[in-house]
């Protein structure tokens, strides 16, 4: 008998914010096997990231645990990944996305990308510690619609 679908997505948004990585690929697994729309599935990891991010602020969490719930939320994503394709027949632009030069810290782009790319915008991943020049460079090559630049607000 399957679990209710707000369970399932309850208790994978909980295996994120618990960095209980096993638990949320199988959680995960269990969603594409009820049928939840993956998108939906999307918006619990989405959700739990915020509830990561009022830890971080409240002084629960310190960067360590957001990495490991980052790293969390990725291997959920992977499972859901095949199940996502674009919502959008065809492309709504093109991006360049990267974390700006004196940061190295991606998670917020990351998951900027993966919804993005699950809205239908192609993305090129300039990656880290990009240097304002290769954004200007990379975006003309790429015929970017959007420059998405990611930093945290202390190196702001």
Do not use: W
């Not at 994120?16 to 959680?27: D, H, P, Q």
């Not at 960067?63 to 969390?72: F, K, W, Y």
């Not at 990725?74 to 859901?80: D, Q």
């Amino acid at each position: 008998m399957h679990r209710l679908k707000s369970e399932v997505l309850d208790d994978l948004a909980h295996a994120v914010v618990e960095m209980e990585e096993g638990k949320a690929v199988e959680i995960a697994l269990e969603a594409v096997e009820c049928g939840i729309d993956p998108y939906v599935a999307l918006e619990a990891l989405s959700k739990a990231m915020e509830m990561v991010a009022k830890k971080y602020e409240n002084g629960e969490y310190f960067i360590p645990e957001l990495i490991v719930c980052s790293d969390t939320l990725y291997a959920a994503l992977e499972i859901l990944k095949p199940h996502l394709g674009s919502r959008s027949a065809k492309s709504l632009g093109r991006a360049v996305i990267g974390v700006v030069e004196g940061d190295i810290h991606d998670i917020g782009k990351n998951l900027v990308k993966v919804m993005l790319e699950f809205s239908g915008f192609d993305i090129h991943d300039l990656g880290r510690d990009v240097p304002l020049r290769e954004f200007l460079d990379q975006s003309g090559k790429a015929g970017a619609h959007l420059i998405c630049m990611s930093t945290l607000m202390t190196t702001s």
